[in-house]
């Protein structure tokens, strides 16, 4: 079955539905395609959202549907397989086979965070291991936290979280400090521990330690890591869109310009698939200008 739209959003996150909402709301005919697998799923809550701080995610999300589906907007539960260029816009179509049709194309897919292959490390994914201290720094305020060092960027991580807490370990595991940087992190209080890491310990479903490979075990509550952050790329490949790597190895983004521009004529894009660093309020701001720029690309 095909479907004609002005516009196919594909992700349904934040910024793929601030996108719809805008032009649903200008009178436009949008479906936002989602697969259900939002990057913050296992988080508690969305923070630094002001109105909403606290909210689980998934009642944002349904919130953001609703809204979308109260101005006409279709929400379509689904996997994008592939994307192509016709002649009148382009074709979207489905891992079930249904085919949409679009004049301007609005890629809002997130990312995937990868993280340090550390035996019993990913399963506190979204809430004994954080990566950003904006998103969850309150709610681990004054608990024992390890930094996990992965490159450069981890020696920033670890000034910002301890920020939060006085009781902060960086584990370099194999990365290497410079004087200087140990000098500084002494001078804050910040134990580092050369010794690699071997796993991390749980007690229950709680973080209770990190083992080294000597044995010792490092009693911590949380960890903080920095993780490798890949646009997702399925279903788009199709539409050649440039991409970029992120500096020091922290992942890869789609490239845009102003207002989520990219140099295919007719397709934007928006949030983390662009800006990985990008919180919700950050994603769905930008989502939402896309939004008009398509808006008032398609008056012409």
């Given amino acids: 079955m095909t479907k004609n739209f002005d516009a196919v959003v594909i992700g349904g996150g934040a910024a793929g539905l601030s996108g719809a909402l805008v032009l649903a709301r200008s009178r436009r005919t949008v479906a936002v395609v989602d697969s259900g697998t939002p990057r913050n799923a296992p988080a508690h809550g969305v923070h630094g959202l002001l109105g909403h701080d606290g909210i689980p995610p998934a009642h944002l999300l349904k919130r953001g549907r609703e809204e979308v589906e109260g101005y006409g907007g279709q929400i379509i539960a689904g996997e994008v397989a592939a994307t192509a260029r016709v002649q009148d816009g382009f074709t979207v179509t489905l891992r079930d086979g249904r085919v949409l049709h679009a004049r301007r ?63 902060l370990v960086y584990f370099a595991n194999g990365t290497g400090l410079d004087a200087e940087t140990r000098a500084s992190f002494a001078a804050k209080g910040i134990r580092v521990v050369d010794t690699p890491v071997a796993e991390v310990e749980s007690d229950g479903d709680d973080i209770s330690g990190v083992r080294l490979t000597d044995g010792e075990v490092v009693p911590r509550r949380v960890i903080a890591v920095v993780t490798r952050m890949l646009a997702r790329t399925e279903g788009v490949e199709g539409l050649g869109l440039p991409v970029e790597d992120l500096p020091n190895g922290l992942g890869r983004r789609f490239v845009s310009g102003a207002a989520g521009t990219t140099d295919v004529p007719g397709v934007w894009v928006a949030g983390n698939a662009t800006d990985p660093t990008a919180q919700v309020g950050a994603s769905a701001a930008a989502g939402a200008l896309a939004g008009a720029h398509i808006n008032a690309d398609l008056l012409h």
């Fill in 105 to 167: 194309l609005l890629v809002a897919t997130g990312l995937r965070d990868v993280l340090p292959d550390v035996p019993g490390l990913a399963r506190h994914w979204g809430r004994g291991l954080v990566h950003c201290p904006y998103c969850h720094g309150w709610e681990v305020r004054d608990e024992p936290i390890g930094v996990l060092a992965v490159g450069p960027a981890s020696v920033h991580h670890a000034l910002l979280f301890r920020q939060l807490t006085d009781d």
